[in-house]
């Protein structure tokens, strides 16, 4: 933990139950979770919360996952994981072409999930001057 204090990890997933359970999965590894049930919620509270890293659903209703992770690409250079049931070898390679940090298939188990998290947010924190 940098400072002392837990990681900030912002989930946007449509799937609440799925929201909730990942919230469960990782309080206990030190996290701080917060989740956004829609796109542009999500878009908002990574503008104003500055999550450490950001776990994002491609296939969501209204602004799917590609266009989320755009905007939020446009304002901050917060490391994406996308967690998707789509496990299309063209989709992993075009998210990872398009910034997207890490690429994980639905379901994962918990303590792998947070593994990546831990490892996206110790990188962020070594490569990000001032930290």
């Known amino acids: 933990m940098q400072n002392g204090k837990p990681k900030k990890v912002l989930i946007i997933d449509d799937d609440i139950a799925l929201c909730e359970s990942l919230k469960l999965m990782l309080d206990p590894e030190e996290f701080t979770v917060v989740s956004a049930s829609s796109g542009v919620e ?28 755009s905007r939020i690409r446009s304002f901050s250079d917060v490391p994406i994981i996308v967690l998707s049931a789509v496990s299309k070898p063209e989709l992993v390679a075009k998210a990872l072409d398009e910034g997207i940090d890490e690429y ?14 831990k490892r996206l947010t110790r990188r962020a924190h070594t490569l990000s001057p001032g930290h």
């Open 104 to 117: 994980l298939i639905k379901p994962v188990p918990g303590k792998v999930l947070a593994a990546h998290l």
């Open 42 to 69: 999500g878009i908002q509270i990574c503008q104003e919360w500055a999550p450490d890293v950001v776990v994002l659903d491609l296939l969501m209703p209204e602004m799917d996952g590609w266009e989320v992770a």
